[in-house]
């Protein structure tokens, strides 16, 4: 038995799932106290169940982001080497922000050394603040880390926990590093505090299980190994819908995943069961990240939209959702009153709803009917809008090679995939509105607890290794080896894979369910004066977000 | 988040998978180390600064331009046809507003590549920066363009396609002719009689170092803008003058680059050549982009510079000096070089061009016009050591009736069995044709 919980900004969505399926689901309004939150709707879920039973759990969980929105980061002392470029000071962050001197190039080459005494010295100013974590961040760390290692090594007595940037990702962007080693070592107290007190609720639950975190880039990893990389376990909600999409419904083809909700509505594109990936980090509060995430679109239109009538006489749905529809007890006619007023659902109060919409028509000689028709039929638009809007920048993002220029694949969407709550009151409307074919799977209204249950364990390795250096770097993993002149893109690939093998199993992975994909694999002779001299070996890895195996054996049955 | 001063387009081709041969310095790796700088400085993250895809070029976008010999498929390759797409993308990025300025970092480049064109000359088929002007000049109707080539190298292929049209300012700073590749830019080399005075060469002395760049700039190139009153100006922003540069003997910085952009502030930036891919390259393309982009340069800097970089010895600065007094004289104080040219004059002029890349020896007879209200009508007869035998008629963009008539009339009369193809460019009509 699987137990996925997803926690969302207004409902906590959870699921049971056995041998044949979703047999559980329920909602719990998500209070201001996540833990609280959390054991209410285990206590929900689990009445009549035998928790030894559960085999597997995730979670998804808002603490990083609410900390960063709500101003809880612990203070977080930072220390920078940057080189030339722009001006390091420009990515200053938290209250106690230190650069210091010391250079890598972009081959990892020590251009200059770093400066010990100004390390202390930032150290000890850092410490004069009563800080006790620190983030270290130097240009170029993922080429060559060993500034990073020894500034850390330096200062290592005087703070309780040192985050360092190199061990984030592998990408090349410093910024991004430094706020994100800066996020990691910020959260980190709150984040230890959150998993141990999940670990007490479950464990006063007896609930043994392996327990894992849901990711924004629809993976998942392991509670206890997602400790010092809090910011990576950050706003994954949209990633648990892409997931419950691809779980229920299996995405074939090209197909756009719509999440539907009350404020707003998710978007994002699956490609043959493989959902897209966003190109850069995703952004966390203010700060642009490192944290690899799939790539969602969210606008502001649900079925709890603001309707307005501007002066026109023309529609308009959203951005905002000013209160519950009317049917509710709202001020406010919403989509969800127009959807009620066509009896599409039945819920709320009916009369309410049908004379919001009755106010709303007369002025410009409609039904009531026809005016909660027209509001579905624009609400699908605006959505259809955003949506080619959304296709049109994936279909722009840059080209690099002849050959990627000669293949240009541009994505043409052929379905459409919608979950969320009004999923199937405004499939019709925003299937027609795009012009494709559409499905609502089951379980469309907790698609996203679905997704975090049954999401496996992703991870990703960049490797580069530089033959006329004699040395190979996965910063991810922390390996820097010495290689032979005759090193080859066989042997980059089968280090990779046995690094990715074992830092996939570190995160909680199941050994039988190891799905490792090249994602970027580039090999460059090295030519110097007329000659070759060596080469330049880049390769990414990474185990892609999918579906664990258990759900697919389930037996096709998720109509109970 | 950080924001750019100005709104700046960014255009990158690396071609990761071209080079010329599998040993040329033209290679699969010369924009690689750039990459990586670029995207760890993190500058596609500034708001303001935007990324673009690039797209292919049309055979008709170059017919604008070229005469190809024997036709655009066997003188180009894909990767031609992207770079000269790249500078398209940045054109149209400027020119509809989305951005205020743009750089196509793209490869290969393009400045060697005359009007007609046999083959690969200097690493360049195809010369991008035309390609793109007469993109523009068609699509957006803009006249008046500045071009300021601050390669190495002698920008003479851009130099053969303007030569003649006095709407097109070409600038070109560069190492002495006389110490390298390809053996021109002289001051006496400032355009053809329709164009007196619009080609302008600014041969450096090698060891030229940032303080004499920047004072051709401000003493000199700045003013001559300023005087010609151009619509779009356009940078060749090849980046050979670098110190750590292999194939030259300049003395320029990856900050004296940026400054120079600062000041200069082109509509758009191309590059061009550039081969200190390691030590020059990365710090030189960011310090151009936060340029553009109006951001604050000044930690721009390569990680030899303290150790290796010398400043300008005092006999070049004296050098430089003098030459910019007799620059001034020449094309700031009206124009003692001009000579005067009877209306409807047929002047005639016989060449060798060298194709070194791939050693083609090409003979050309050309004939012009002169005239006092256009460009004037433009006839070459050009011989290939391959073999190939053409003849080519330009009819510039604003031509006189008189000018069109004649050439078109060249055209006819040419005779078809005497040359394997017979070309058309007729830029008033738009016109491209080829038998
Ligand atoms: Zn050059
Ligand atoms: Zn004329």
């Not at chain 1, 364990?457 to 005759?486: C, M, N």
């Not at chain 2, 001009?338 to 061009?353: A, L, V």
């Not at chain 2, 006092?372 to 073999?387: R, V």
């Amino acid at each position: 038995m699987i137990l996925g919980l997803d926690v969302g900004g207004t409902q906590t969505d959870t699921v049971l799932i056995d041998k044949n399926g979703v047999f559980y689901e329920s909602k719990t309004p998500t209070g201001d106290n996540l833990l609280e939150t959390l054991a209410l709707a285990l206590d929900k879920t689990l009445t009549n169940i035998d928790p030894t039973n559960i085999e597997r759990m995730t979670f998804s969980t808002t603490m990083a982001t609410n900390a960063i929105v709500q101003g809880l980061l612990a203070d977080t002392g930072m220390i920078v080497s940057a080189g030339p470029g722009m001006d390091p000071a420009l990515f200053s962050v938290g209250p106690s922000y230190h650069v210091v001197e010391g250079c890598l190039d972009h081959q990892g080459l020590e251009a200059m050394p770093v400066n010990k005494e100004a390390v202390l010295n930032a150290s000890d100013l850092i410490r004069q603040d009563g800080i006790k974590l620190v983030g270290i961040v130097t240009k170029f760390s993922v080429r060559n880390p060993a500034h990073e290692l020894l500034i850390s090594d330096w200062v290592k007595n005087s703070f309780s926990h040192i985050a360092l940037g190199h061990q984030v990702s592998g990408a090349l962007n410093f910024p991004r590093r430094i706020t994100t080693t800066y996020l990691n070592a910020a959260l980190y107290g709150l984040h230890q505090e959150f998993t141990n007190a999940v670990i007490r609720t479950i464990g006063k639950k007896d609930l043994q299980a392996p327990r894992f975190l849901l990711k924004p880039d629809g993976g998942t990893v392991g509670l206890e190994q997602s400790l010092y990389y809090p910011a990576g376990t950050a706003q994954s909600g949209p990633a648990a819908s892409v997931m419950g999409a691809l779980a229920l419904d299996g995405c074939k083809g090209n197909s756009i995943v719509l999440d539907i909700g009350g404020t707003t509505t998710d978007m994002s594109v699956v490609l043959n069961g493989v959902p897209l990936l966003a190109r850069h980090g995703i952004m966390l509060g203010p700060f642009q990240t490192l944290v690899r995430s799939l790539l969602t679109r969210s606008i502001g239109m649900g079925g709890d939209s603001e309707i307005q009538i501007e002066k026109n006489g023309n529609l308009k749905i959203g951005p905002l959702r000013k209160g519950s529809p009317v049917a509710f007890g709202g001020n406010i006619p919403t989509p969800t009153d127009a959807m009620i007023t066509l009896d599409l659902i039945r819920i709320g109060n009916g009369e309410a709803a049908r004379d919001a919409m009755e106010k709303l028509a007369v002025p410009l000689g409609l039904t009531a009917d026809k005016m909660a028709h027209e509001v579905l039929k624009h609400t699908a638009q605006s959505i259809a809008v955003s949506v080619n809007d959304f296709i049109g920048y994936i279909n722009s993002r840059p080209l690099y090679t002849i050959h990627e220029v000669v293949q240009e694949k541009k994505i043409i969407p052929d379905s459409v995939v919608i979950i969320g709550g009004p999923a199937p009151q405004f499939a019709d409307y925003v299937g027609k509105a795009l012009g494709l074919p559409y499905r609502v799977p089951s379980h469309f209204g907790v698609a996203n607890a679905v997704g975090a249950a049954v999401a496996r364990v992703t991870s990703e390795i960049s490797l580069q290794a530089d033959t006329q250096r004699g040395t190979v770097v996965i910063p991810e993993a922390d390996v820097q080896d010495k290689i032979a002149s005759d090193f080859s893109l066989e042997d980059a690939s089968s280090l990779a894979r046995e690094v990715i093998k074992k830092q996939a199993l570190q995160a909680g992975a199941d050994p039988s369910d190891l799905d490792i994909t090249i994602t970027e694999k580039e090999m460059f002779n090295m030519i110097r004066g007329y000659s070759r001299t060596g080469r330049n070996i880049r390769l990414k890895m990474s185990i892609v977000p999918g579906i664990i195996p258990e759900w697919n054996r389930r037996k096709q049955d998720d109509t109970r | 988040m950080i924001r750019a001063e100005r709104r700046t387009g960014l255009i990158f081709f690396p071609a990761f998978d071209w080079a010329i041969s599998p040993t040329h310095p033209e290679r699969e790796e010369r924009l690689l180390y750039t990459q990586d700088q670029v995207l760890e400085e993190g500058l596609l993250d500034i708001e303001g600064i935007r990324e673009y895809r690039v797209r292919e070029a049309l055979f008709k976008d170059i017919r604008r331009v070229h005469f190809c010999v024997p036709d655009e498929e066997a003188v180009t390759t894909r990767s031609h046809l992207i770079s000269a797409g790249g500078c398209l993308v940045a054109a149209d990025a400027v020119l509809k507003g989305e951005v205020e300025s743009a750089f196509a970092l793209v490869r290969p480049p393009g400045h060697h590549s005359m009007r007609v064109v046999h083959g690969n000359r200097g690493f360049c088929n195809i010369n991008i920066e035309a390609i793109m002007i007469e993109y523009i000049r068609e699509k957006y109707g803009i006249r008046k363009v500045a071009i300021v080539d601050t390669d190495c190298h002698h920008g003479d292929g851009t130099q053969d396609i303007y030569w003649h049209d006095p709407d097109t300012l070409f600038i070109s700073v560069h190492q002495d002719g006389r110490t390298l590749y390809p053996g021109s830019g002289f001051i006496d080399e400032s355009g053809g009689p329709n164009a007196q005075g619009a080609t302008v060469n600014i041969p450096l002395p090698p060891g030229t170092g940032e303080k004499g760049f920047l004072f051709v700039l401000d003493e000199f190139i700045m003013p001559l803008l300023k005087k010609f009153q151009p619509e779009l100006v356009i940078n060749s922003a090849g980046q050979d003058n670098h110190f750590n540069d292999p194939i030259t003997n300049m003395n320029f910085t990856a900050r004296g680059y940026a400054t120079l952009n600062a000041r200069l502030k082109p509509d758009i930036a191309v590059l061009e050549g550039g081969y200190a891919i390691e030590n020059a390259l990365p710090y030189v393309n960011v310090g151009i982009i936060m340029a553009m982009a109006g951001m604050d340069t000044s930690y721009v800097k390569e990680p030899n510079y303290d150790r290796d970089y010398k400043p300008q010895p005092a006999d070049i600065t004296l050098y430089i000096e003098k030459l910019v007094a007799e620059l001034k004289d020449l094309f700031l104080k009206g124009n003692p070089l001009k000579t005067e040219f009877k209306e409807g004059e047929i002047i005639e002029r016989n060449r060798n061009i060298f194709y070194d890349t791939d050693g083609i020896d090409e003979k050309q007879h050309e004939k012009l016009r002169c005239c006092h209200d256009c460009a004037g009508a433009l006839s070459i007869e050009s011989t290939s050591s391959l073999g190939q035998h053409i003849h080519a008629v330009h009819i510039p963009m604003f031509a006189c009736t008189a000018c069109r008539d004649i050439a078109l009339d060249w055209h006819k009369k040419a005779f078809r069995g005497n040359f394997d193809h017979l070309y058309l460019q007729d830029k008033v009509r738009g016109v491209y044709e080829k038998v």
